[in-house]
């Protein structure tokens, strides 16, 4: 009965370098929305996807930033070209997202993403 | 624009009394709220939720209630206990479309022995 599962728990990337987070999703779900939280502030919206599908991604920086959630598979966050404002805690949470109702996102451990 | 606000960064409280987090939203839109506890390093874990029909919600120790003529949601922890010590967020999302959440930024909750 695995929760949400994320790899690596911590990252360190030098400045140019490509930066890819993964995300498993819990059982059952098949929805997952990615989360950026800087120091000392809240969680912020980046993107949300279903299998093969992005429906939102109103929350990504315009560049260098995409993710993807393959039929098969964890779902992925790719930054190409890490500056050092990327360095964060980035978050995954999973939902089952069933039709027309309520829905409780389920979040990961995250990871640590430190640009030198 | 900070759409969902928590306005104390820090709370303490003594063990056994009842803690009382606040939050304040400006967007009418919203209509499902959400508290969750973090811990360092690790994800937020979900506490408790309410949607805009009801106006309190209850879980064991836990009481989350919605005055949205004020635009205003608490969460009451009774009794506080140590374990309790942890970050709170708020966060609000709006059922029909994404559900993507807004989070505030935060409280940090300390329980004195």
């Not at chain 1, 990504?60 to 790719?78: H, T």
């Not at chain 2, 306005?7 to 009382?20: A, C, F, H, T």
Request: positive net charge; proline residues 6%; contains cysteine.
């Amino acid at each position: 009965n695995a929760g949400v599962m994320q790899n690596p728990r911590h990252l360190v990337r030098r400045r140019g370098q490509e930066a890819r987070l993964r995300c498993s999703p819990m059982k059952g779900h098949s929805h997952v929305y990615w989360y950026r939280q800087l120091p000392e502030e809240g969680l912020k919206f980046m993107v949300y996807l279903q299998k093969e599908n992005i429906i939102d991604e109103s929350g990504m920086p315009k560049e260098r930033f995409s993710a993807e959630f393959p039929k098969e598979g964890p779902s992925i966050l790719r930054i190409q070209q890490v500056v050092r404002g990327d360095s964060a805690a980035y978050f995954c949470a999973s939902s089952k997202r069933l039709a027309g109702g309520i829905d409780t996102q389920y979040f990961g451990p995250g990871t640590r993403l430190t640009v030198l | 624009d900070q759409q969902v606000k928590q306005n104390s960064p820090s709370l303490s409280v003594q063990e056994g009394r009842i803690s009382i987090l606040n939050c304040d939203y400006t967007n009418s839109m919203f209509d499902y709220f959400l508290w969750y506890k973090k811990y360092p390093a690790e994800g937020p874990t979900f506490l408790i939720s309410i949607s805009s029909i009801k106006d309190k919600n209850e879980d064991g120790r836990f009481t989350v209630f919605l005055n949205k003529s004020a635009k205003h949601l608490s969460l009451h922890i009774v009794p506080s206990q140590p374990g309790d010590s942890a970050v709170y967020f708020c966060a609000a999302s709006v059922i029909q479309g994404a559900q993507k959440l807004v989070f505030g930024q935060g409280t940090r909750l300390t329980i004195n022995p």
